[in-house]
């Protein structure tokens, strides 16, 4: 949802600089200043699962992981993401992450359009970025990108024992931990 104002802002800078001010959560994509709207309970579950792991996983390298509020700087756009890990060390006071190394995004009807495209092609042009998934809520899926050799490898996980594999992370998730307590909505309707 595109917010309307008299005086949008029109750089990342003047809209980093006016959405801290503000009491909602927005993005800025192509210009556009977008309000963000609320989840779901499964939504919630699989960030804190998704953020909990990554925690576990990461910290002892000195990394961390983030869930739902800092905002991402790429490609001249300013983005949050659901879930994104950084080994750089990060200030009290940041509210934007600048070297992610894993970027998540859980899949929703009005998000997934944007997640997919726009939102992937500005996440590539990350030069640390190892990692970039796609989480679905409604089912049991993660699209798994992998940076290697310049290029992106993908991988569709389906099953309770396939892993979300980041060998430059040292990262082995199984889904069932990552959809622990989430009850897609394809298994809840039949």
């Known amino acids: 949802?595109?917010?309307?104002?008299?005086?949008?802002?029109k750089t990342?800078?003047?809209?980093?600089?006016?959405?801290?001010?503000?009491?909602?959560?927005?993005?800025f994509i192509g210009g556009e200043v977008r309000l963000m709207t609320g989840g779901t309970a499964s939504h919630s579950r699989l960030v804190r699962n998704l953020g909990n792991r990554l925690?576990?996983?990461?910290?002892?390298?000195?990394?961390?992981?983030f869930a739902d509020s800092l905002k991402v700087v790429a490609a001249g756009q300013v983005h949050y993401s659901d879930v994104v890990a950084t080994c750089e060390p990060v200030p009290g006071d940041a509210d934007v992450?600048?070297?992610?190394?894993?970027?998540?995004?859980?899949?929703?009807?009005?998000?997934?359009?944007?997640?997919?495209?726009?939102?992937?092609e500005n996440y590539q042009t990350l030069p640390g970025l190892a990692?970039?998934?796609l989480v679905a809520q409604d089912r049991m899926r993660v699209e798994l990108y992998t940076r290697h050799d310049g290029g992106w490898l993908y991988r569709?996980?389906?099953?309770?024992?396939?892993?979300v594999e980041v060998p430059a992370l040292g990262l082995s998730l199984p889904l069932a931990a990552l959809y622990d307590r989430v009850i897609p909505t394809e298994t809840a309707s039949t």
Request: with cysteine; glycine share 6%; charged share 30%.
């Open 156 to 163: 569709a996980l389906l099953r309770p024992e396939d892993r």
């Open 97 to 120: 992450i600048g070297s992610p190394v894993l970027i998540a995004e859980v899949l929703s009807p009005s998000t997934a359009k944007l997640d997919t495209g726009r939102k992937w």
């Open 12 to 27: 990342v800078a003047a809209f980093l600089d006016w959405e801290r001010r503000q009491a909602d959560r927005h993005e």
């Open 55 to 65: 925690n576990d996983t990461l910290g002892p390298r000195g990394c961390e992981a």
């Open 1 to 9: 949802m595109s917010a309307r104002f008299e005086d949008p802002p």
């Open 131 to 133: 990692a970039y998934l």
